[in-house]
């Protein structure tokens, strides 16, 4: 079966310095990929998604980027972190497939508090 | 721009009684909408779907949501809600390919025994 792995749970840097969360699917091929945000009192908002690798989207414009070395990993970075970036990262992945079986499915996601 | 808002950050109820949360999406065109669910300490999981057909949506315990296109609303239902329920739920909307999704606030829901 597939499974999702997400890392760190928690996470509290300081300003300024550098990010790097990592992601990675099992027990399935060439899936969707996407690193979602909820900051305090909202929805969680698409940042970045990828359908292969080295290929990634950037929905908003933002302190962070990211990356698909290999087929199952993203990994989500900054260079230097912001107040501002505080909030809950999840990374999820859906299969290839449009059809009815769509569907997203989600990591533990990483609390990130930048202090 | 596209967005999926809900009505309710927060719902209080008692074992037993009825459940509707709602959900309405702007876009144009076909969209697919979703209610996800996170319960305390897991994953956040699907709830149920809706692509096309039958607007009435039946998920897994015992929610069901309702598509009503001119309304553009799709709201969830459950007519007798249980503690085990207690959980945050996300409506979402995705339109096109690559199933990117664009979610509600959530409605935070605490059913007391």
């Known amino acids: 079966s597939q499974t999702i792995h997400q890392w760190p749970a928690t996470l509290v840097q300081p300003v300024g310095s550098p990010l790097s969360l990592e992601c990675t699917v099992e027990g399935t091929s060439n899936p969707n990929l996407y690193w979602y945000r909820q900051a305090a009192g909202r929805g969680l908002q698409l940042l970045f998604y990828?359908?292969?690798?080295?290929?990634i989207s950037s929905e908003v414009p933002q302190n962070l980027s990211a990356s698909r070395p290999q087929d199952r990993q993203f990994i989500l970075s900054s260079k230097k972190l912001l107040l501002s970036d505080s909030g809950f990262y999840l990374c999820?992945?859906?299969?290839?497939?449009?059809?009815?079986?769509?569907?997203?499915?989600f990591g533990q996601g990483t609390r990130l508090t930048v202090v | 721009a596209q967005s999926v808002s809900q009505h309710n950050h927060h719902v209080i109820l008692s074992e037993a009684a009825s459940l509707e949360l709602g959900c309405n999406y702007s876009?144009?065109?076909?969209?697919?909408l979703f209610w996800y669910v996170q319960y305390p300490g897991q994953h956040l999981q699907l709830l149920l779907k809706y692509f096309s057909g039958d607007p009435l949506v039946k998920g897994i315990k015992g929610f069901e949501a309702e598509f009503i296109k001119s309304k553009f609303s799709f709201n969830l239902r459950k007519p007798s809600v249980q503690w085990s329920d207690t959980a945050e739920y996300f409506c979402a909307a995705s339109q096109g390919g690559y199933n990117k999704l664009i979610f509600g606030a959530g409605t935070r829901l605490a059913v007391h025994p």
């Open positions: 990828s359908v292969g690798i080295g290929q």
């Open positions: 999820a992945w859906s299969p290839v497939d449009r059809g009815d079986n769509i569907r997203a499915f």
């Open positions: 876009y144009g065109g076909t969209v697919n």
